[in-house]
């Protein structure tokens, strides 16, 4: 759904997101509420229909984020996987 966002020139109607997904618009509403409380998409309600837009700059922050904490896991796994190795080696004798 986010992606369709993204990839729409236009803001998208509820309606319309719903009709392309495999769940109710219901549950589509649901989810497009959690993405407003991720500040990953903004809506605008006009009469009866609610209107859509991705909000893709929101995105940039979170993958700096992860960015940082990447060579660190990077790192912490290749210890792990030392240690798994020379354990094992150590069995094995």
């Not at 109710?24 to 903004?42: M, P």
């Amino acid at each position: 759904m986010f992606t369709r966002l993204v990839e729409s020139p236009e803001p998208l109607t509820l309606g319309e997101l719903s009709r392309q997904m495999p769940f109710s618009r219901q549950a589509a509403r649901k989810h497009i509420t959690q993405l407003v409380h991720a500040d990953l998409v903004s809506t605008h309600q006009v009469g009866r229909r609610v209107f859509c837009q991705a909000n893709p700059a929101r995105l940039r922050d979170v993958h700096s984020w992860v960015e940082r904490y990447e060579s660190f896991w990077s790192s912490a796994v290749d210890e792990l996987t030392r240690y798994v190795e020379f354990r094992k080696q150590l069995e094995d004798e």
